[in-house]
């Protein structure tokens, strides 16, 4: 199958995040001829009042849409204070406010990439937490938890370590499994 569209979601803003650096990674482990679309998680804070003045942002509804139109979802997720990253977390909060429920049965894949030794488990604990209510499908494993970053990546920005990169291939084989098998359901 060849017109499947991916969703990866990093849990950080910046431009060279290692997070966004593993969403394109797991993107290239999906299959080339995969759809990748990269999600934009500058959103505004949830605030009740200004969805009650405002509606849901534009940037908002772009994002839930594009939940609801992907076949897969990756998330990769920073763990910030042994915990995964406002950013995140408020893009989360932000959907659960939208009509509908872009999650429900999505096939959706989780990895962090963290400075620290354990390499996010913590937030990916956490991040399934808060992925319950959505019910997903989600991926239980293999664990892609990257460590220490800042030095698996190579200067073009590609994971540069085997054992990682095998665990997110079977990872995201699993990932297209799922979705496939959803597409023909």
């Known amino acids: 199958m060849t017109d499947l569209t991916l969703l990866g979601i990093s849990g950080s803003l910046r ?36 969805e009650d003045a405002e509606g849901i942002p534009a940037s908002v509804q772009t994002l839930r ?11 990769s997720t920073p763990e910030y204070n042994k915990g995964l990253s406002g950013v995140l977390k408020n893009a989360l909060d932000w959907v659960s406010r939208t009509d509908g429920n872009p999650w429900l049965d999505k096939p959706v894949a989780i990895t962090s990439a963290t400075g620290g030794r354990e390499g996010g488990a913590r937030a990916q604990t956490m991040l399934r937490s808060c992925m319950v209510p959505f019910r997903p499908r989600l991926l239980q494993g293999p664990e892609v938890l990257v460590a220490r970053n800042t030095g698996e990546f190579d200067a073009d920005g590609r994971l540069d370590n085997d054992l990682y990169l095998k665990a997110l291939k079977d990872l995201m084989g699993q990932l297209r499994a799922e979705a496939e098998r959803a597409r023909s359901a």
């Open 65 to 75: 849409d594009q939940i609801a139109a992907a076949d897969a979802v990756v998330i």
């Open 15 to 50: 431009a060279k995040a290692t997070n966004r650096l593993m969403i394109r990674e797991a993107a290239r482990a999906f299959g080339e001829d995969a759809a990748f679309v990269e999600a934009d998680l500058n959103l505004p804070l949830y605030d009740g009042d200004l």
